[in-house]
């Protein structure tokens, strides 16, 4: 099966502690991105990448970090700068670039202990 | 910053009725995308109209778009149990940075 797959499901973060959340896709999509979204709320982007050892800062990149080393991975990285981390974390992609439709993984939950 | 906002935040009617929700955005955009987002997974799309479009259809979704208004409403005709979740707008703007912007989106709840 074709799609993005997101792990782990649920993931709990302690004071201090980075944290990676992964995303692969089998797609062969150029484009990937990392969005947040918070209880009863839309989404916001984080950082997104259109090619291969590229990627660009959304909105909210404070606090996160991420890599494209592949073209099937886009980890991100919630570093102990991000003092808000608690959310739902939602990994995307689509075939080459911003303005298309996108395709996305069933998310991540991350809670701080 | 929000490009669309979806009107109502929430709507709940009884299956087999029409659920109509409201998107309106800020800026000039060179598309718009619905989606829906069942509890606590990923979300799904649904159309893509691009700018010069009006109207677009897929099975039970109808979707309008008015740019003069800047302005596009989702219809759901005969709703099904099934079709309760969030539905969200998402637009991409033809000045500034080219990326998708999310409204907060309408929670649609399906009555048996």
């Known amino acids: 099966d074709g799609g993005i797959t997101q792990s782990p499901k649920y993931l709990f973060r302690k004071e201090g502690q980075n944290v990676t959340l992964s995303c692969e896709q089998n797609l062969n999509h150029d484009a990937m991105y990392w969005y947040r979204q918070d209880p009863g709320q839309g989404l916001r982007l984080i950082y997104y990448s259109q090619i291969v050892n590229d990627f660009q800062k959304g909105d909210i990149a404070e606090g996160y970090s991420v890599s494209r080393e592949k073209k099937e991975s886009f980890p991100l990285t919630v570093t102990s700068a991000q003092k808000n981390p608690t959310a739902f974390y939602l990994c995307a992609s689509s075939i080459r670039g911003v303005g298309e439709k996108l395709f996305f993984g069933s998310g991540t939950q991350l809670s701080v202990l | 910053s929000q490009q669309g906002e979806e009107d109502p935040q929430a709507l709940s009617i009884q299956e087999g009725e029409n659920a109509t929700m409201n998107c309106s955005y800020k800026t000039s955009i060179n598309n718009l995308q619905w989606y829906r987002q069942n509890s606590g997974r990923g979300l799904v799309h649904l159309i893509l109209i691009r700018s010069n479009e009006r109207e677009k259809h897929s099975g039970r979704l109808r979707v309008t778009l008015d740019t003069s208004k800047k302005s596009s409403s989702l219809l759901i005709t005969a709703s099904r149990a099934a079709d309760t979740a969030s539905y969200f707008c998402?637009?991409?703007?033809?000045?500034?940075?080219?990326?998708?912007?999310f409204g907060q989106g309408t929670r649609l709840t399906i009555n048996p």
């Open positions: 998402a637009t991409v703007p033809i000045q500034g940075a080219q990326k998708l912007v």
